[in-house]
């Protein structure tokens, strides 16, 4: 049974005649007189009862072209699924975005995005590095913005900007005068990090290897947020990513402290499985990224 089958004896019901049928189908008469003969067979009834000059469908024959019609119904949409597929930039978008970058990059990176691809909606997900590794890879997201290395096996990145690390004290502390801090100088029992299981916390050990001394006593957050309010509150120091102190996120109760050149970095990247389907909507992220007006987010080379 095929599809072509299926469409002659709608055809043949509706018209009632060979002649008209085959004309409606752009085929000869005895094509499809020949293709109806086959599907009787091949589903043991006789679909038609043909009179001279007028041919109608038996009882079952009508049940059956009912059901034809809508398994063509069926089939039309499947390809009418494919057509708005070949559009890539039409759809959701399922991105995923580490809890470091989210709430600072997504609300610019949305309204860009508007205006180069305002049919792909974003279905987001806010998560830490390793669940959205998980999900990518499960085909639950289609891409994600994490920071690098983000090293997969099966998964394209692209760089789209670097951020800077500076340090973060509360209004009167001694270091709020200074123009600079090196990166050994961040230690001691007032610094305030994110928990375990994040990675800017592991990439602020890295830069500040000294914080994870044996006796040095770090206290911990849960999110950037609550680390901005906890140094507000006199609570102690800490180091963030640019993105996270710049307005409307800084407040006149913390001093921003720049790291001396050359100054701990992370680089912020688009990742993606390599068989995804639709370069194109990667494409219109980075363009978004791209036109975004804060320098901060100036793209990779």
């Known amino acids: 049974m095929t599809l072509t089958e299926l469409r002659y004896i709608v055809a043949l019901a509706q018209e009632g005649n060979f002649s008209r049928a085959a004309e409606r189908c752009s085929v000869s008469q005895p094509t499809l007189s020949v293709a109806i003969a086959r599907l009787e067979e091949d589903l043991g009834v006789q679909l038609f009862e043909r009179g001279k000059g007028l041919v109608s469908p038996t009882q079952v024959g009508q049940?059956?072209?009912?059901?034809?019609?809508?398994?063509?119904?069926?089939?039309?949409?499947?390809?009418?699924?494919?057509?708005?597929?070949?559009?890539?930039?039409?759809?959701?978008?399922?991105?995923?975005?580490?809890?470091?970058?989210?709430?600072?990059?997504?609300?610019?990176?949305?309204?860009?995005?508007?205006?180069?691809?305002?049919?792909?909606?974003?279905?987001?997900?806010?998560?830490?590095?390793?669940?959205?590794?998980?999900?990518?890879?499960?085909?639950?997201?289609?891409?994600?913005?994490?920071?690098?290395?983000?090293?997969?096996?099966?998964?394209?990145?692209?760089?789209?900007?670097?951020?800077?690390?500076?340090?973060?004290?509360?209004?009167?502390?001694?270091w709020e005068a200074r123009p600079w801090l090196n990166p050994e100088e961040v230690t001691g029992d007032e610094v305030l990090l994110l928990k375990a299981g994040n990675c800017f916390r592991d990439q602020v050990l890295d830069a500040c290897p000294q914080i994870s001394s044996p006796d040095t006593d770090v206290r911990l957050g849960h999110s950037i947020g609550t680390i901005r309010c906890m140094v507000a509150s006199g609570l102690g120091v800490s180091v963030l990513p640019e993105g996270a102190l710049r307005q409307p996120y800084s407040n006149d109760m913390i001093s921003v402290i720049p790291f001396r050149d050359p100054a701990p970095s992370r680089r912020i990247a688009l990742a993606w499985r390599a068989g995804f389907t639709r370069p194109k909507a990667i494409d219109a992220l980075i363009r978004a990224v791209a036109s975004l007006e804060d320098p901060a987010y100036r793209l990779c080379a």
């Open 63 to 174: 049940r059956v072209v009912e059901q034809a019609r809508r398994t063509l119904d069926e089939a039309e949409k499947i390809r009418q699924v494919a057509r708005s597929g070949r559009n890539q930039l039409k759809g959701e978008l399922r991105l995923g975005v580490i809890h470091t970058v989210g709430p600072y990059l997504l609300p610019q990176l949305i309204h860009a995005l508007k205006s180069i691809a305002a049919d792909m909606p974003l279905a987001i997900e806010e998560n830490m590095t390793a669940h959205l590794a998980e999900m990518l890879l499960a085909n639950e997201l289609d891409v994600v913005i994490v920071a690098l290395p983000f090293d997969l096996p099966g998964v394209l990145t692209r760089g789209l900007y670097d951020e800077a690390f500076k340090v973060i004290v509360p209004k009167g502390h001694p």
